[in-house]
C-alpha cells in the first residue's frame, strides 16, 4: 500500500525566512510525485510534478526535489501569500487511478 | 475558463437521510475523479469516471455510497442512507484526457456534515 508522510504539520515563519517542507513516501512503481497548494475553503491547486529521483522544478519562490524516498519542498524568502497548506501526493503502479495523499504541512507565514 | 463546480457548498442532514453532491468537471475533461477528506485525515481516493464509465471504484467506502456520471459530462455522489462517519469534505477533481491525467482540477469542495 502506497502511503506519504509530510512533515512538520505545521511551520511558521518570518516574511524572508526560507525553509523547506518533506514528504517521504513509500510506493510500489512511482508514477508521479505531484505537489498541491490548498488554500482555506478551496479545494487543492496543482503546483509541480516530479516522475524521477534527482528531478528538480522549480516556480516563483519555491522548488520542488525528488530522492528514491522523499521530495522536499524548498521556500526562498516566503511571503505572507504563500501561506496555506501544502500537500504531497504519489501514483504509483498499484493504482492507475489513485493520488494517495500526505496530511499536508499547513505554512503561516508573518510579515 | 470556468474551474470545477462543486455543489451545495455546505450540506448539513440528519443521520439515515440521503443527500447528493454533484460536480461539474471543466468543459471536455474525460477524466472525473471523487476525493474525500475526513477531519484529521488525509484527502482519499472514492472513485475515477473515464467519460460515462467507471474505470475505478475501489475507494468507494460501501454500497451507501452511488456516484454517476450519465452522458460523461455532469456527476452526482449520492450517499444512502448518510451515517456520522460519511462527515467530511468531498472534493470533485477532472482532467483533460487519460494521456494526460497528472494534472488534476479539483474543485472547492462540498463540505458534508452529518448530525
Known amino acids: 500500500e502506497d502511503q506519504v508522510t509530510q512533515s512538520p504539520e505545521a511551520l511558521r515563519l518570518q516574511e524572508g525566512e526560507s525553509s523547506s517542507l518533506n514528504c517521504s513516501y513509500t510506493?510500489?512503481?512511482?508514477?508521479?510525485l505531484f505537489w498541491y497548494r490548498q488554500d482555506p475553503g478551496k479545494g487543492p491547486e496543482f503546483l509541480f510534478t516530479l516522475y524521477s529521483a534527482g528531478e528538480e522544478k522549480e516556480k516563483e519562490r519555491l522548488k520542488a526535489t525528488l530522492t528514491k524516498k522523499e521530495s522536499f519542498l524548498h521556500i526562498t524568502a516566503p511571503k505572507p501569500e504563500d501561506s496555506a497548506t501544502y500537500l504531497c501526493?504519489?501514483?504509483?503502479?498499484?493504482?492507475?487511478?489513485?493520488?494517495?495523499f500526505g496530511k499536508g504541512t499547513m505554512l503561516l507565514v508573518s510579515p | 475558463e470556468a474551474g470545477v463546480t462543486q455543489f451545495p457548498s455546505h450540506s448539513v442532514i440528519e443521520k439515515g437521510q440521503t443527500v447528493t453532491l454533484r460536480c461539474d468537471p471543466i468543459?471536455?475533461?474525460?477524466?472525473l475523479y471523487w476525493y474525500r477528506r475526513v477531519m484529521g485525515k488525509e484527502i482519499k481516493f472514492l472513485l475515477h469516471?473515464?467519460?460515462?464509465?467507471?474505470?475505478?471504484e475501489s475507494g468507494m467506502p460501501n454500497n451507501r455510497f452511488l456516484a454517476e456520471r450519465t452522458g460523461g459530462t455532469y456527476s452526482t455522489l449520492k450517499v444512502q442512507p448518510a451515517e456520522l462517519e460519511d462527515s467530511g469534505v468531498y472534493f470533485c477533481?477532472?482532467?483533460?484526457?487519460?494521456?494526460?491525467?497528472?494534472?488534476?482540477?479539483f474543485g472547492s469542495g462540498t463540505q458534508l456534515s452529518v448530525l
Open positions: 477533481a477532472s482532467s483533460q484526457s487519460v494521456a494526460t491525467n497528472e494534472k488534476l482540477f
Open positions: 510506493v510500489s512503481g512511482l508514477r508521479g
Open positions: 501526493a504519489v501514483r504509483g503502479n498499484s493504482g492507475y487511478s489513485t493520488l494517495t
Open positions: 468543459s471536455g475533461h474525460d477524466n
Open positions: 469516471f473515464v467519460k460515462e464509465s467507471k474505470q475505478d
